[in-house]
């Protein structure tokens, strides 16, 4: 049975659906980018407090500028803005039908700010990946080279882009004495909030400095931290949804049972009572994003090179392997963590055992490939922080230098059984390079100044590094992570 408003309560064998009238939520949050992981998140969220009576001045009124969005509009207008979420519970699958989202703007400029001036609207939030905030990529500053930025620039009353739309928006706000919307970047960007800052009010600046400044001052961008691994759909997503669940969606999602949200609770236009459905409400989310960076991506970077070489295909059979569970622990517990400091209410190795939970759900099918590409730009990020951390603390370094030497490893593009890869990173030719030099000379890989920068000139490192790198190629992948964990012992 096709998803609609008609429909919806013919389904048996639902979890949750919306139970408050839907006529009666009124739009409060403009979102743009309506893909699949707004909808597994936010929008979740949203429709649980909608169910709890609460917060029904909320509603989300979705948006976008991209082609693909005028096929996800009419998707899901056909079902009356309704979406089937599955939740993959290894213990079994279970679906609910969410109905957070009022209405979708027309994918056209005119109509977009006519609804970001809309005075009901007090909070615009956005998926729009990483590469969607113009981040120029030497710099990490806006990148105001880029043609459509030039052109907002020069022509911000005819914006093109979704930041010089925001920016008109804010402006037409402030001559109506309409008080700004709040900015809620939901992009798995540490510091999401600011970056969406230094995009708006950097473009702002390039045409109109006092406004610029205006925004600065009155305008918050809350960062926050997401997490809910939410895989793309496919036919086979689709399928599941009809054969199990009888429904028929054009735009179902599926996504793991966990959920977080943390955010800092900055909304001078005020927000919803989501503290009542599990978000996190701080005044400072820098520690969650680090806990997130240091333990789940590490933890993914730690897994997967290990995995790679020892042929694995999916993280979940990697992480029923034995050897590679205890080795991600171990090095968890005693190097990464110990760099942490502590966040009140949160004790890292609950948070550690559910990201090796998380990882082990064979439903997700979340691969080995897709964590272990651009390395030369995840390592930086992942592992090295923790590293110079460590370093600065005098801390152990043996596991962190063995998850680099299983990068290395990896990168020579030979696998233990002999497999030749291809490896997925800009710069692979150069780590191929580098690490079959490191064989003879270790320091040849660390000396990728790119990647490491100054690290080279840690003795402790590179010593360490050169011990693990050596042991990988005489003894193996396997034994080597045991010598790792009996080293604890
Ligand atoms: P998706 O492909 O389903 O949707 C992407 C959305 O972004 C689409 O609506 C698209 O139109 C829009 N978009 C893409 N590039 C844009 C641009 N340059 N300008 C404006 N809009 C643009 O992807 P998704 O799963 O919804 O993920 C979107 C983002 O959400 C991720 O990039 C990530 O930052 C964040 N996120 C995703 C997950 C996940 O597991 N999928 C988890 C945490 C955070």
């Known amino acids: 049975v096709a998803l609609s408003s008609k429909t919806i309560n013919t389904f048996g064998g639902l979890t949750s659906f919306p139970r408050y009238d839907r006529s009666k939520i009124s739009p409060g949050i403009l979102h743009i980018g309506v893909g699949n992981f707004h909808r597994a998140h936010m929008s979740v969220y949203m429709d649980s407090l909608f169910n709890m009576g609460l917060g029904q001045d909320w509603g989300i009124v979705g ?3 991209q082609p693909g969005d005028e096929k996800m509009r009419s998707n899901l207008e056909k079902q009356d803005w309704l979406t089937t979420i599955v939740e993959l519970d290894p213990s079994g699958l279970s679906a609910r039908v969410t109905g957070a989202m009022v209405d979708f703007l027309p994918v056209d400029i005119e109509a977009i700010l006519v609804g970001l001036t809309d005075p009901r609207i007090r ?7 990483e590469g969607g905030y113009f981040i120029d990529a030497a710099t990490g500053g806006l990148d105001i080279e880029h043609p459509d930025i030039r052109k907002d620039a020069s022509h911000p009353d005819e914006p093109q882009t979704l930041f010089g739309m925001i920016i008109r928006a804010l402006r037409v706000r402030r001559e109506r004495s309409i008080p700004p919307f709040t900015v809620v970047s939901c992009d798995n960007l ?3 909030g600011h970056v969406a800052r230094q995009t708006v009010v950097g473009l702002a600046r390039l045409s109109d400095a006092e406004f610029a400044d205006w925004i600065e001052a009155e305008v918050a961008f809350p960062n926050c931290m997401v997490d809910c691994i939410t895989p793309a759909t496919t036919a086979r997503e689709r399928s599941i949804v009809r054969e199990q669940f009888g429904i028929e969606d054009t735009a179902p999602v599926v ?12 909304f001078p236009n005020g927000r919803p009572p989501l503290e009542e459905v599990g978000v996190e409400f701080v005044s400072d989310v820098t520690v969650y994003e680090l806990m997130k960076l240091r333990i789940l991506n590490a933890g993914h970077a730690s897994t997967c090179y290990a995995a790679a070489l020892l042929g694995y295909h999916f993280v979940h059979d990697a992480l029923a392997d034995e050897d590679i569970r205890e080795w991600v622990r171990a090095l968890q517990i005693r190097e990464s963590i110990p760099t942490l400091g502590s966040i009140e209410g949160v004790d890292y190795s609950q948070y550690l055992a559910k990201v090796v939970e998380r990882f082990s759900n064979p439903e997700i099918g979340d691969t080995i490939p897709r964590n272990i590409a651009d390395g030369s730009d995840r390592q930086p990020k992942f592992i090295l922080p923790t590293l110079r951390d460590a370093l600065d603390q005098s801390g152990s370094i043996d596991g962190l230098a063995l998850e680099i030497a299983l990068w290395c490893r990896y990168c020579t ?5 002999g497999d030749k890869v291809i490896i997925q990173d800009p710069i692979a030719d150069t780590l191929t390079a580098q690490a079959e030099e490191a064989k003879t000379h270790p320091k040849a890989f660390i000396e990728i100044g790119t990647v490491f920068g100054d690290l080279v000139d840690s003795q402790k490192f590179v010593s360490a590094f050169g011990n693990w790198y050596s042991k990988l190629l005489e003894n193996g992948v396997r034994q080597t992570l045991k010598d790792y964990v009996a080293m604890g012992s």
């Open 190 to 192: 540490p510091g999401n």
């Open 123 to 129: 909070i615009v939030s956005m998926t729009i990946t």
């Open 413 to 417: 593009g030979v696998m233990e059984n």
């Open 255 to 266: 996504c793991e049972p966990f959920h977080q949200w943390v955010i800092e609770d900055t």
């Open 63 to 65: 948006a976008g500028i």
